[in-house]
């Protein structure tokens, strides 16, 4: 059974959203982004009435460019502002969004149910030096300097993935063992008019020799591609409480 607070919980996060990202360069949004992470840590699936899907996590989504294909991913909006937007994204088991950039943007994400296994990484400065034989080798695009940071695997008992303009501001995200759900803020939404275009990146590394992957964080290649043939983004109703930012 949903919870009573259910609606006026997904409300206070959306109004502490416009609070938090009205003002990013405020004295105050350190202390603002601390309540709204925190807010958003209270937030499960049955607040947005969402269940837990089957292996068909996102069957019957509409925005579907194949035929009788289901997409691998599809979208639930919920509001939007020029400072934000939020919305749910339904992944199905074995999906993965693809390595993407937020340019200038903070980004909070929230498992709603089942897990998620997300690398971040951080863009770097050009470099001197030639990129390694291998990376160079692979190019048929732009080549660009990261860091790769983390790489952990998410659960609704998980606090939210945070990502800032400089730091984890490019990740991937994979449904691991099944469908997965997380609530999403973007700050602000995406504008390719305003640069805040989404560019897509292949991770330019060879298997670890040794079992043990090799330590985080390291320095590591990414080649820009364009978005994948196998990844697109279909489009549901929300289904939960109407929201007010």
């Known amino acids: 059974m949903p919870r009573d607070n259910m609606a006026s919980l997904i409300q206070r996060v959306a109004r502490q959203a416009r609070i938090t990202f009205r003002s990013p360069a405020g004295p105050a949004f350190g202390e603002d982004l601390h309540r709204l992470q925190q807010l958003l840590d209270e937030v499960r699936a049955e607040d947005l009435h969402l269940a837990p899907r089957g292996p068909a996590a996102a069957a019957g989504a509409a925005g579907c460019p194949r035929a009788g294909a289901a997409p691998p991913v599809s979208y639930m909006h919920i509001c939007e502002t020029e400072s934000f937007s939020m919305g749910v994204f339904l992944l199905r088991g074995g999906a993965c969004i693809p390595l ?118 390291r320095e590591v290649w990414l080649l820009e591609t364009p978005q994948a043939a196998d990844f697109w983004c279909g489009g549901e109703p929300y289904p939960g409480p109407r929201v007010c930012p």
């Open 100 to 217: 993407h950039d937020h340019p200038g943007m903070n980004g909070m994400l929230k498992v709603l149910y089942g897990t998620l296994r997300i690398a971040c990484m951080d863009t770097l400065p050009p470099a001197a030096a030639a990129p390694p034989p291998a990376a160079a080798a692979a190019a048929a695009g732009a080549l660009h300097r990261a860091l790769l940071r983390s790489r952990q695997h998410y659960t609704p008992a998980s606090p939210p993935c945070l990502l800032a303009p400089h730091t984890d501001n490019l990740h991937q995200i994979d449904a691991v063992d099944g469908p997965a759900a997380f609530l999403d803020i973007l700050a602000p939404p995406y504008d390719p008019e305003h640069g805040r275009d989404c560019h897509y990146y292949r991770l330019l590394e060879a298997p670890p020799p040794a079992a043990e992957p090799p330590a985080l964080p």
